[in-house]
T-cell receptor, first 110, second 115 residues
Framework: DAKTTQPPSMDCAEGRAANLPCNHS???????VYWYRQIHSQGPQYIIH???NNETNEMASLIITEDRKSSTLILPHATLRDTAVYYC???????????FGAGTRLFVKA | DTAVSQTPKYLVTQMGNDKSIKCEQN?????MYWYKQDSKKFLKIMFSYNNKELIINETVPNRFSPKSPDKAHLNLHINSLELGDSAVYFCASSQVGSENTGELFFGEGSRLTVL
């Protein structure tokens, strides 16, 4: 079962930052936080992951709280093409079993 | 080149038939997976193979039989198809290890419709 909690849906205006929250209060010390997204019915796409430090790549930023019980995925300038379901997942180092929850459906509006 | 490719993309068949979906990855990964996404859009892991050995089998009916002839291929054979098998099946691969990110690379999916 998924060990994360996400809001079912969110709206964001095009060009604004989209901040997607995730609660993972039972995360253990060797578990990473991963984010994926699924655009329409395409295969899910990896976005970013982190352990305890904040991370940034060309797609997004990941902010993890100091107690690691929650995190926020930030899309700095959302576009219409960012409309998708975003999944927050915890997985330990070397883990094979990536379990997807219901995710957050992000609607980016013009 | 497509990293993870699945065939066919669409499959329409009658109840009771047997069908296969093929998956190939050219990323050199050791681990491959099958996921099922039903009409409610929940993405559920079915199987995982690591170096051709089955490591995850999520209480999937034994009508589903994965086959991994080598590390680059993981095929899914389904016997006696039922209406409830209608779904999109996604293949994925990853490289798991302390020096790897372990991220999953997914194929585009194979939409199976059982009539």
């Amino acid at each position: 079962d998924a060990k994360t909690t996400q809001p079912p849906s969110m709206d964001c205006a095009e060009g604004r930052a989209a901040n997607l929250p995730c609660n993972h209060s039972t995360i253990s010390g060797n578990e990473y936080v991963y984010w994926y997204r699924q655009i329409h019915s395409q295969g899910p796409q990896y976005i970013i992951h982190g352990l305890k430090n904040n991370e940034t790549n060309e797609m997004a930023s990941l902010i993890i709280t100091e107690d690691r019980k929650s995190s926020t995925l930030i899309l700095p300038h959302a576009t219409l093409r960012d409309t998708a379901v975003y999944y927050c997942i915890v997985l330990h180092t070397g883990g094979f079993k990536t379990i997807f929850g219901a995710g957050t459906r992000l609607f980016v509006k013009a | 080149d497509t990293a993870v490719s699945q065939t066919p993309k669409y499959l329409v068949t009658q109840m009771g038939n047997d069908k296969s979906i093929k998956c190939e990855q050219n990323l050199g990964h050791d681990t491959m997976y099958w996921y099922k996404q039903d009409s409610k859009k929940f993405l559920k892991i079915m199987f995982s193979y690591n170096n051709k050995e089955l490591i995850i089998n999520e209480t999937v009916p034994n009508r589903f039989s994965p086959k991994s002839p080598d590390k680059a291929h993981l095929n899914l054979h389904i016997n006696s198809l039922e209406l409830g098998d209608s779904a999109v099946y996604f293949c994925a691969s990853s490289q798991v290890g302390s020096e790897n990110t372990g991220e999953l690379f997914f194929g585009e999916g194979s939409r199976l419709t059982v009539l």
